[in-house]
């Protein structure tokens, strides 16, 4: 070790540089010198205002991009405000890397807390630097992040920063440690089986999810090879778009007409969904009759309504089945008719323009927002009641135009941060993103973020001074509605003041000015605050409200 060598902070940078372009982050005593380094490089550095959005940010940008990111915070406080953003990251099985300060190697300090047991709490691995081995942390972190799919957390002791390292600490295995595993295939006596059961199949479904969106054309064609009815779990939305048996969303969002069509399928191919109680509707997605099959890179099935289960990556699969079916004698073809599924997803109450209230009716809201956004927008949620409108009531044109963050924790409070991560991905197409007012104000210190690093966004709110789900789900039963209430939040006064264009939306025709925004090219922020009646229920909440619920 030599006074010539990098710093543990300055290594440390220089290795992440090899396999991250962007990080996001707010910057703190913990991972200040480590930022510093990294800014040496052609990093882009991206400042978020609250540190469970460096984590947001980072996961979205892996979705929409495809691409390793880089989320990092300080130690104690910095670390336990990325908490929830890191197990949705986790359960979303979302490969990133999160640098963060910890405790000395002496031991916590009285303001310490034991960061390794939290991050293992949440299902989180963790690697801790010393002065002999950052290279060979930093290249197993990013295998393991690739591999594994999860969040991995690199630590950083804060008595090391400063710290010289020793040759030894720059020195790691010469493996190509991105390139992509080998994809798991399906057996010769699995395959055989299910294509007999395919060519079997009188009325055949494939539901695809977010697993299935890198091997999409394969998915695709599978689909109209055996001639299935096709449908998604909600973050899959766009995927069979243009196919003439799109039948839309299943599960909670789908239309009374798609989820009958569902019922009546006589096989269901599950690709790359986990089947929640959700996109399973509790049970009800599927007939009894119905045998289900399901492929995912998980070691089982993931919902004890499967048949039949195998482990293998979809599109390999899909690909082995696509080949058999070419080259195997025996007719395949379903028993849909497409004017009996043309339309399914979208056969819905329209809603008026105006609640009896006398407030925006949002399904009405959400069918003039679908028509004044370009069709290649991308799309981004937060977490609330508002997810049944834009859910239902938006077209997409592709599957890799929703990125959906907060469903795996069924979290609210990450949408604006999330779209930051999405922003700087795909800064090709215009970014909507939809928010409940609660949502929103909880990561409201990254409105500033989004508006300061948007190139094309808009930002729409369903602003009904309320927690929706929670007024609908528990209101209706007697419990007092006092603390699931807000008061009226000026959204659009807030945007403006952080240097947005911005209006509030009492009726359809003030959304006139967002119109012209959309037509005229515009870049910059736009952010519509939408006063919806509370009274409208959405139906997946009815849902659960029925099947859920105890009722006195």
Request: proline content about 5%; aromatic content about 6%.
């Amino acid at each position: 070790m030599t006074t010539d060598s990098p710093t543990v902070a300055t290594a440390l940078a220089d290795q992440l540089a090899e396999h991250v372009d962007t990080v996001f982050g707010v910057l703190g005593n913990g991972n200040a010198h480590v930022i510093d380094a990294l800014l040496r490089h052609p990093v882009t550095w991206v400042s978020m205002r609250h540190e469970a959005g460096t984590v947001a940010a980072a996961d979205a940008y892996h979705r929409a991009s495809g691409r390793l990111a880089l989320a990092t915070t300080t130690y104690g406080p910095g670390f336990t405000n990325a908490a929830t953003s890191l197990t949705e990251a986790r359960m979303a099985r979302i490969p990133l890397l999160l640098v963060t300060a910890q405790a000395p190697t002496g031991g916590l300090r009285p303001w310490d807390i034991d960061q390794v047991a939290l991050a293992d709490v949440l299902g989180v691995p963790t690697l801790v630097l010393n002065t002999d081995n950052v290279a060979a942390m930093v290249q197993q972190s990013v295998a393991t992040a690739l591999t594994e799919k999860t969040p991995v957390v690199i630590a950083l002791p804060y008595d090391l920063i400063e710290q010289r390292v020793s040759p030894a600490a720059l020195d790691a295995p010469a493996t190509d440690q991105q390139a992509a595993p080998v994809p798991r295939t399906l057996t010769a006596d699995t395959l055989e089986e299910l294509v007999t059961a395919l060519r079997g199949a009188q009325r055949p479904v494939v539901l695809a999810g977010r697993g299935a969106v890198p091997a999409a054309e394969s998915v695709r064609r599978l689909a109209a090879a055996v001639g299935a009815l096709a449908v998604t779990s909600a973050p899959a939305r766009g995927l069979f778009t243009g196919y003439e048996l799109d039948a839309g969303v299943a599960g909670g969002f789908a239309s009374e007409r798609t989820a009958e069509l569902i019922h009546r399928a006589d096989l269901a191919l599950v690709l790359g969904a986990g089947l929640n109680q959700f996109t399973m509707s509790f049970g009800e997605t599927f007939a009894a009759d119905s045998t289900v099959w399901q492929l995912d890179e998980q070691d089982a099935a993931t919902n004890p309504r499967v048949d039949h289960f195998a482990s293998a990556d979809v599109g390999a699969a899909a690909d082995q089945l696509l080949e058999a079916l070419a080259t195997e004698p025996g007719p395949v073809s379903g028993g849909w008719d497409p004017a009996q599924v043309a339309g399914a997803q979208f056969d819905r109450d329209p809603g008026a323009e105006l609640a009896p209230d006398g407030q925006l009716d949002p399904r009405s809201l959400t069918r003039r927002l679908d028509e004044i956004l370009p069709a290649d927008r991308i799309v981004t949620l937060d977490g609330g009641h508002f997810v049944g409108w834009p859910n239902t009531y938006l077209e997409l044109s592709d599957e890799r135009s929703l990125h959906w963050i907060a469903t795996a924790f069924q979290s609210i409070g990450l949408g604006l941060q999330a779209a930051v991560g999405i922003a700087h991905a795909r800064p090709d197409r215009l970014l909507a993103v939809f928010s409940g007012d609660g949502g929103a104000l909880m990561c409201a210190a990254d409105l500033e973020t989004l508006v300061r690093e948007s190139r094309r966004t808009v930002v729409v709110i369903y602003n009904d001074a309320a927690y929706g789900a929670e007024i609908h789900q528990y209101g209706a039963r007697g419990i007092n509605t006092t603390p699931m209430l807000i008061p009226q939040v000026d959204f659009a006064g807030m945007a403006r003041a952080l240097g947005a264009q911005a209006e509030v939306i009492r009726r359809l025709e003030d959304l006139k000015g967002l119109a012209d925004w959309v037509t005229d090219g515009a870049d910059g922020l736009y952010l519509v605050d939408c006063r919806i009646s509370p009274d409208v229920v959405a139906p997946y909440i009815q849902e659960i409200i029925q099947k859920t619920l105890v009722r006195e």
